[in-house]
């Protein structure tokens, strides 16, 4: 009796590489956590979703003409329960902070940390599409709901939603969960900026970013969206007339009004931009529009995609949270500011991975980003949109195993200029 090899004879043809001998008559499973010990079928039928998770289970043949005895059988599921807990044991999954925190695959594999956007958004999308496909390729991964955010506590200051908040969480979960040099820090949108600003204060970090689907200048951004609304909303309009469908092209116009008036304030042209024009409602109007004109999904979604989405949406859906998108605007005025320069000090730890149909960014902002990181370190995924990872998950997973296999750069030996946290100059 002895551990399932990877190996299989010539008769035998199986969809998962960890399967046994042809000739076997039974097999027999021992679960790390339940340590129970069972038969095939009935480990088939108790525990499918984990059948294909190699690193949580062992796998035990008993070939055929094999002597199974019990003694024999003790002393190895004893010798697994001990190698597993030894194995686990400096595998810390806790932190002693106010978040929700999760992770998938060993401790020992290099890590990559999920920062979600937002500033009140969550990782619930990333959690049940991504972060396990992305540990059975060899990666620690680690997601959390910053505070006050998805299924982290709501009981909140003020001061929680701070960069200097933010990146002191960060920087204890690195400490907490013992993680090794070379942290792989996956930035999704707002979570890009924030991965930006901890690098900024830890220039002693040997830590790569990865840019996904985050903007760097947001002045601009919101610029060219709103150019896109007033392009897209005299059609809606019309449409809506024709229909008869009078008080949708009442709204539809007021709407088209409130764009064409952020157009002119926001951008004026002399002088610096006003925080007045930036609040949470100018904000957040902008975002819900883009939400509402579908900029954020790609107009041809594959089959994969769209079965991703179907099972995430059984899973139930955790709302947006108000007060730490409203606190970052009014601790950070984030939604004010041109990172580009930051980025551009910080180039040698970012790489970028974009979806070319999504909505936020036109072939001119791409571009531009394109020419901060250098067309290198730049993936733009065809076909998807602001979730690349759902959209085109395995371009998105050979991306990464790409950028991790990139030599860490050296960590830079001065913090970086101060440009980056002041307003944006007239676009």
Not at 143 to 166: E, H, I, L, M, V
Not at 340 to 353: E, S
């Amino acid at each position: 009796m002895s551990p399932l090899s990877d190996n299989v004879d010539g008769n035998h043809t199986c969809a998962s590489k960890w399967c046994c001998h042809s000739n076997a008559k039974v097999i027999f499973v021992q679960h790390p956590i339940h340590r129970t010990i069972i038969c095939k079928d009935r480990f088939i039928k108790t525990h499918k979703k984990e059948f294909d998770d190699k690193t949580d289970l062992w796998f035990l043949c008993h070939q055929e003409g094999e002597q199974m005895k019990t003694l024999t059988l003790f002393y190895v599921g004893l010798f697994l329960t001990i190698f597993s807990g030894s194995a686990h044991a400096s595998c810390p999954s806790k932190v002693k902070l106010p978040i929700h925190l999760k992770t998938y695959g060993h401790c020992q594999h290099q890590a990559i940390i999920y920062l979600h956007g937002g500033p009140g958004d969550h990782t619930q999308v990333f959690t049940h599409t991504t972060a396990k496909a992305i540990a059975q390729k060899g990666f620690f991964v680690v997601t959390y709901d910053r505070r006050g955010t998805g299924r982290s506590s709501r009981q909140t200051k003020p001061t929680d939603f701070t960069f200097k908040r933010a990146i002191e969480d960060l920087h204890q979960i690195i400490t907490q969960l013992k993680l090794k040099s070379g942290v792989i820090l996956l930035g999704h949108s707002f979570g890009g900026v924030l991965g930006l600003k901890y690098l900024e204060s830890h220039p002693d970090t040997h830590a790569k970013l990865v840019l996904v689907s985050a903007p760097l200048d947001y002045p601009k951004l919101f610029k060219q969206l709103l150019d896109r609304f007033l392009k897209m909303y005299p059609a809606f309009i019309q449409r809506a007339t024709q229909q008869k469908r009078h008080n949708m092209a009442s709204a539809m116009k007021r709407a088209m009004g409130t764009c064409q008036m952020l157009r002119t304030f926001m951008f004026p042209k002399k002088g610096p931009l006003s925080p007045l024009w930036y609040s949470t409602r100018q904000i957040g109007f902008i975002f819900s529009l883009a939400m509402q004109f579908g900029l954020y999904t790609p107009k041809n979604i594959s089959q994969a995609a769209k079965a991703r989405y179907a099972k995430l949406s059984k899973k139930g859906h955790i709302r947006m949270a108000y007060k730490p998108f409203a606190g970052f605007i009014r601790n950070e005025q984030y939604a004010m500011k041109d990172y580009t320069p930051l980025a551009q000090t910080l180039k040698q730890h970012i790489y970028g991975v974009y979806g070319q149909q999504d909505g936020l960014f036109n072939k001119t902002r791409l571009a531009h980003i394109q020419r901060v990181l250098g067309k290198q370190r730049m993936t733009i995924l065809q076909r998807a949109g602001h979730a690349p990872f759902v959209d085109r998950q395995q371009a998105f997973l050979q991306a990464l195993k790409r950028i991790s296999s990139n030599p860490t750069s050296k960590p830079t030996s001065q913090p970086s200029s101060q440009p980056s946290s002041q307003p944006s100059s007239n676009p």
